[in-house]
């Protein structure tokens, strides 16, 4: 099979390339005839496709394996952490985020830039993203490792198939194509740029994070700004047939609530959103509300109280469409979780129908506010990992 | 391969005649041939397979393939419509259904027994669902055909794993363990019974209803005296992990709404239930509310129409949380679907953030109170279907 064969070769090889990419992944220290046997390939072609994956940086040899037992050991093969690293940026409502993760999740170079981008034109906020962007390149520069493509996490509506942003409320953005903005202005870099829902993003890494022992099936709920949400069905994000699913922040809590920007009242926005909570316990931030909570302070309580309800109200609704047992709290609401937990769950047990008969748990994300910035990187490194071969031709 | 060779050879066996008969199932008119090239066994071992499932009369050969071209004609085979019937009941809170449904997924003998069975004792009622099922097995008889289980639709929290009822709120049913119950009165029907929430029946025999053309994703809602829905992904029902799911009947649309059976305030099934409805036009039944429709009368479009904007906050959050493109009428919703519609469309295209970039329809069911009693028939289909070996030797 060489590169230049026939279409159908050349599609094959491209299978391949990913299924042994792929066996590497799921068992780190596999040897070259366990792929072959995992695989079905022949030991020939697995050898000719490692070493070109070996060359590429995609995979790590760590030498001889060590187990026990006769028979000759095979060397040891991983996704190496000096491959291609997935870019990722979070444009969130008050700052820009970036990181690189490597092909095996590992995370570097985390950097968040502080500041309001509410009502700032397109293009202004775009100069920010693109310096970061520059920025974190040159940090992947110094640890020598190639950039592999851009993940882009955006607070709004995010057409799956072209990457076009309908609209981010919070950011009073419409209509922007970021993906091709983003190119001109960041030239080519290796691949392509993603861009997703942050809450969708924030989602996926949370179900990395969590691994094999966490929950197949909940909804990640985060606050920043605005509400979003990520449904993970069966251990797959269900973003719906357009991507646009997850849309929490305007569920209607109380017809006769506040007016919310949309034009409704009282969306869960507007009761539970992390200005409403500070508003409602007085607090100038969150550092402040955190102090004011640890030292038992009444109003405070209150305020997260208050939210905890209409959080709760929302996410009954999503448990009884659903039947998902469990609920993890991101963003802003991952460090109010000692706080909200109680009171949501004292929430979900009276409005849950099918309660009595089983368990609903509230936990706390383990990313926090790095959650969504991780999962735009780590976007990038699943597509690099599904299709290898495309990005080493690329 | 025998039946009394390793377990090895008969679990092979068991999953090849699933195969072949999945095969015919898919493409009707199949030959033998086009079973072994569909499923990569050999000819032999589709004929031997063939000539049981005939025997069994889950196969029927239709005689020579009507088709142009040279070479040998095959026979045609199909599903067989004088093959075992699945027996369908629905417990609804007004009425008990019964159907029976062949293999090809044909509807014969549908009966409506009306009557109130709420408050009534469990035993009462069951009374009543045995007399249905043996009248349909006569029914079943006197056609000549097989009865191969029973599939139960009622209007509560089933557990997937059991089929134990969990609760039925608006039957007062609590914990009744309705397999075993109906076992020991029925009788073994050759295989066992099958209990599933009605309104996730109703939203797959919808699917199977609309066929290849019909929507993927979809909300199928139905009103009798509760509200429930089912969800599907994908051309898959969601019904969640413990089977609890499709529950939106105690949605909060208004915390200040009136007081619901369930403790709580303004749930979807006192705003927009068939008896908020009627309540509301002040008309005495269905009949009634639909003449005056057709009528133009006032009262019974405002309750419609109040009817549909609380449904539309509930439809709204679920495809704001789903991404789902459309909606379908069920139950007595089918038969207002002209009036209930456009209201209902005006709610979600206000309520749902993505509405401008999505397109949102909103179907009539055309089975309507028929979904649930042919969905619970079907599901016996299904299994036979899924696994005809242990049905043959059942």
């Given at each position: ?32 005839a ?5 695989t079905?390939?022949?030991?020939a ?26 028979g ?103 209509g922007?194509d ?6 001109r ?9 993603i ?6 993003l ?29 449904i ?8 719906g047939s ?6 929490l ?73 659903l ?31 099918s ?40």
């Amino acid at each position: 099979m060489t590169e230049t064969g026939p279409a159908g070769q050349h599609t094959v090889r491209r299978h391949n390339c990913a299924l042994v990419l792929d066996a590497v992944a799921q068992s780190p220290g596999i040897s070259r005839a366990g792929i072959a046997a995992r695989t079905g390939l022949t030991k020939a072609t697995v050898s000719s496709l490692v070493d070109r994956l070996l060359a590429a940086a995609l995979l790590h040899d760590e030498g001889p394996q060590q187990r026990a037992g006769p028979g000759r050991r095979g060397t040891s093969l991983s996704l190496s952490p000096h491959g291609p690293h997935g870019l990722g940026v979070e444009i969130a409502v008050d700052y820009v985020a970036t990181c690189l993760v490597d092909l095996t999740g590992a995370v570097h170079d985390l950097r968040i830039r502080h500041g309001d981008n509410r009502g700032q034109p397109v293009d202004l906020v775009l100069d920010k993203v693109t310096r970061a962007i520059a920025a974190a390149r040159r940090r992947a520069t110094r640890r020598g490792v190639a950039v592999g493509g851009i993940g882009v996490a955006v607070p709004g509506l995010v057409e799956s198939d072209t990457g076009l942003l309908r609209v981010a409320p919070n950011l009073d953005w419409h209509g922007v194509d970021l993906p091709a903005r983003l190119r001109r202005r960041t030239g080519p870099p290796g691949r392509d740029v993603i861009v997703g829902n942050e809450a969708n993003l924030a989602a996926l890494a949370e179900l990395s994070a969590m691994g094999e022992g966490g929950p197949r099936d909940f909804v990640h709920v985060s606050a920043e700004i605005g509400i979003g949400a990520g449904i993970v069905l069966d251990g797959e994000l269900h973003e719906g047939s357009r991507g646009f699913g997850g849309e929490l922040g305007h569920f209607p809590v109380d017809p006769r609530g506040p007016r919310c920007r949309c034009g409704a009242r009282g969306c869960l926005e507007r009761l539970a959103g992390q200005e409403a909570i500070l508003g409602s316990a007085n607090a100038t931030d969150l550092e402040e509300l955190i102090q004011r909570l640890r030292d038992d302070d009444r109003a405070a309580k209150d305020a997260v109280e208050r939210a905890a309800t209409a959080l709760g109200a929302a996410l009954s609704a999503a448990v009884n469409l659903l039947d998902i047992p469990a609920i993890v709290l991101g963003g802003t609401y991952a460090r109010l979780h000692t706080w909200l937990a109680e009171p949501l769950l004292t929430e979900l047990r009276t409005r849950v129908v099918s309660a009595p008969w089983s368990r609903i748990e509230v936990l706390p994300s383990s990313l926090g506010t790095e959650a969504a910035v991780r999962g735009a990187a780590a976007s990038v490194v699943r597509t690099i990992v599904a299709d290898p071969e495309a990005f080493m031709s690329g």
